[in-house]
């Protein structure tokens, strides 16, 4: 036996310690009670169908200098719930921004069921969003408002802004894919071998549970083996295991959230966007409107993530020249496409970005 190898006794101390912990964090996880999801205080102002507005309300009092004068509204994504954006007090791009004097709307898609499976591109981006905007116009009294679009919501984002942008005032895109078929993009892969007429056909809407599975799947050692692990080691810190966990189950709680989708939304994005890679190439439509990127001159800031694995940066940093602005500004964030919203370099670096660069550009 070489002195690298443990002997047994090693083995056996080091096996046992492993058990210890898993114990002590399997106890801990069976007595942990419900987590609360949101840290910001906020109001339900506008709803169509399963379609709910939120706007925020300040954390606190600002300085009326800092203020951003005009509002912010985001567009999540369709798939996940947008409280990501929101979690928890101090992993929170939303109330990151509230502090810096931005007024926040958020559009919550809801949970669509059997009902909706015939909803789609042209009532998301067609009705749903444009009534969203034109609701926070009429409340704010400005003719054009702030959009921001993250991942799926910033492709939907972009379409809005081609089509209708003396209503906005800029535009921000968050982890946004633009370019679907850049050798880096899995997504798209997996797309290419999957027959979407047949399974919207056969299922209706999409389910949820299956989207995550897939999304988890292509990284499955970071996101199903290592999490678990790493908690592990955290729970046995006796000055941060309270808090581990309830940050763990708040993420837990999160992934597993999916609403389904819509099936024939799923269809048309999976087809015009990824397949036929529509943003680049021209050729999405909206209620029979050719989306032109050209077409959105409002100042442009798109913000991705270094190591994100689902919107590779290659597909998002071809935005700068597709569309027709003269003021294209770019952030690359160095992370992940979850550590965007709840990491702490984040929280230090993503709403001072937003925020500053909406103030510069406000309404005099």
Request: neutral net charge; aromatic residues 8%; hydrophobic residues 40%.
């Amino acid at each position: 036996m070489t002195e690298s190898t443990p002997g047994s006794a090693e083995l056996a101390a080091v096996t046992s310690d492993f058990m210890r912990r898993m114990s002590q964090g399997l106890a801990a996880l069976a007595n942990a009670g419900a987590v609360t999801i949101g840290c910001s205080a906020k109001d339900a102002v506008f709803s169509e169908d399963k379609v709910t507005l939120y706007r925020y309300r300040p954390s606190e009092v600002v300085a009326p200098e800092t203020r951003v004068k005009t509002p912010l509204l985001i567009c999540y994504a369709l798939v996940n719930r947008p409280y990501m954006m929101d979690l928890q007090t101090d992993r929170s791009l939303i109330r990151g921004l509230l502090q810096r004097g931005v007024d926040v709307y958020l559009i919550d898609w809801g949970y669509p069921d059997g009902a909706d499976r015939y909803l789609a591109l042209e009532d998301y981006v067609g009705r749903y969003l444009p009534h969203c905007v034109d609701f926070v116009r009429q409340v704010s009294g400005q003719e054009r408002i702030n959009l921001l679009g993250v991942c799926q919501g910033g492709s939907m984002s972009l379409c809005y802004a081609a089509l209708n942008p003396q209503r906005l005032r800029n535009l921000i895109t968050m982890v946004t894919p633009v370019d679907f078929h850049t050798p880096e993009n899995l997504l798209t892969k997996w797309a290419k071998h999957v027959d979407v007429d047949a399974l919207v056909g056969t299922a209706g809407n999409v389910s949820g549970d299956a989207l995550n599975a897939l999304f988890v799947s292509l990284m499955p050692f970071r996101l199903n083996s290592q999490k678990y692990v790493d908690l592990l080691h955290q729970l046995n810190e006796p000055d941060t295991s309270s808090a581990a966990l309830e940050n763990f189950l708040r993420m837990e709680k999160w992934i597993f959230d999916s609403p389904d989708q819509a099936g024939e939304m799923f269809r048309q994005f999976l087809t015009a966007f990824v397949k036929h890679n529509g943003l680049v190439k021209g050729t999405v439509q909206v209620a029979g409107r050719k989306v032109d990127l050209k077409q959105i001159t409002v100042p442009l800031l798109n913000i991705y993530a270094a190591q994100d694995h689902l919107v590779p940066p290659s597909a998002s940093k071809p935005l700068q020249g597709l569309t027709g602005t003269a003021d294209y500004s770019s952030h690359e964030f160095p992370g992940g496409h979850i550590g965007i919203y709840v990491s702490g370099t984040a929280q230090r670096q993503i709403p001072d970005k937003i925020a500053g660069w909406l103030r510069e550009r406000d309404q005099s």
